[in-house]
């Protein structure tokens, strides 16, 4: 790893073993759990072999990074920011990242992700995310709900200019058009790609250097942040860093070392850790990289195989009671089921020539 001098202890080694998913009686046989443990304990040895004599490098606390945009129905698209935190101090020790299960974990599926297959989207084309997703059907303001997953297909632009007709969504029998911008005057304002409308192209220009990536970002979201004037108790930076990475993630189609560089920043946010079982919302097993809003009283995690470490969805519950419920109560799951690039909106991968 880029992040320490040296190896994990054993007793840290059985400690991440530890906190490996207990097999699914219904899809790991026998002996398969114990064999994805020994792979990943050997893959930890190997990188704390390579980690002896490397420099530390400096650790950046990101001022903040947003909350991504949520998908407007049929209509305008708000960003909610987060003020940043005015003359923060870097962190600057191994105390502030992440705890050493969640490192050694981020690192592994960051090493995976910058060996997958990079794809080349120009800007009149579509990428395509299939997911299932479980929505609240709960009374507005009271207990959650889930109801059972549904599939959603999206299909975000990838033109790097403003835009204001940004894609499509297909959910629920209906076809909902995502539009973006803020009226100025009778002609509406153009959305660029960016943290708010991440295209390809855009992900690609990014930083792949951990801290580079993070100042970047931060960078990028200070200027919406002041110009919004969110009220102090509203931010929580490490919260909204991880939640930023989070929404990147998850429907939008990821080039190689921008997903490696984004794991690798995670694990530099302090209170990352795994979760041990997570399910997403197709019902695959996985390992989670976790962090607890304290604020809402919620914990969500991005959910990967436990064997392969690709990305499998995310989940939601909370931590404690709280007006949507008890604590243990999923308030949000989701399953990534396909990516794609589309050259037409409606357009699905097995219709493509």
Do not use: C
Not at 94 to 102: L, M, Q, Y
Not at 239 to 245: G, H, K, L, P, V
Not at 267 to 296: C, K, L, M, N, T
Request: glycine content about 8%.
């Amino acid at each position: 790893m880029n992040d320490r001098t040296s190896g994990p202890t054993r007793a840290e080694r059985e400690e991440l073993a530890r906190l490996l998913p207990a097999p699914a009686e219904r899809d790991l046989p026998p002996g398969r759990h114990l064999h994805h443990k020994e792979t990943l304990m050997q893959l930890i040895d190997q990188d704390g072999d390579r980690a002896t004599a490397r420099p530390r490098p400096r650790l950046l606390r990101p001022a903040v990074l947003l909350p991504a945009a949520g998908l407007a129905l049929g209509g305008v698209l708000f960003t909610t920011l987060a003020v940043t935190d005015q003359g923060e101090t870097p962190r600057t020790t191994a105390a502030a990242t992440a705890p050493r299960g969640a490192t050694v974990l981020l690192d592994r599926i960051a090493t995976v992700a910058s060996k997958s297959d990079a794809t080349e989207v120009t800007d009149a084309q579509y990428v395509y995310v299939r997911t299932l997703q479980a929505e609240n059907t709960g009374a507005f303001g009271g207990p959650v709900k889930l109801g059972r997953p549904g599939e959603r297909e999206v299909w975000m632009a990838q033109k790097s200019g403003p835009v204001i007709h940004e894609g499509l969504i297909h959910q629920d029998g209906r076809y909902y058009p995502i539009e973006v911008g803020v009226p100025d005057g009778e002609k509406p304002v153009g959305y660029p790609a960016g943290l708010n409308r991440p295209t390809y192209t855009w992900l690609a220009s990014l930083p792949t250097d951990p801290d580079a990536l993070l100042r970047r970002l931060a960078a990028e979201i200070t200027a919406d942040q002041d110009a919004r004037n969110t009220p102090a108790d509203e931010r929580d930076p490490d919260q909204d860093a991880f939640e930023a990475i989070g929404e990147l993630l998850r429907e939008t189609l990821m080039p190689p070392q921008t997903a490696a560089a984004l794991y690798k920043a995670a694990a530099r946010i302090p209170g990352v850790s795994v979760d041990s079982d997570a399910v997403d919302a197709a019902g695959r097993h996985g390992i989670g990289v976790a962090r607890d809003d304290e604020r809402a009283g919620r914990r969500t995690a991005w959910i990967f195989d436990a064997k392969t470490l690709a990305y499998l969805g995310e989940r939601t519950y909370l931590t404690r009671d709280t007006s949507m419920g008890p604590k243990g109560t999923v308030t949000n799951t989701s399953a990534v089921l396909e990516r794609a690039v589309v050259d037409a909106l409606r357009e699905k991968p097995s219709t493509t020539a």
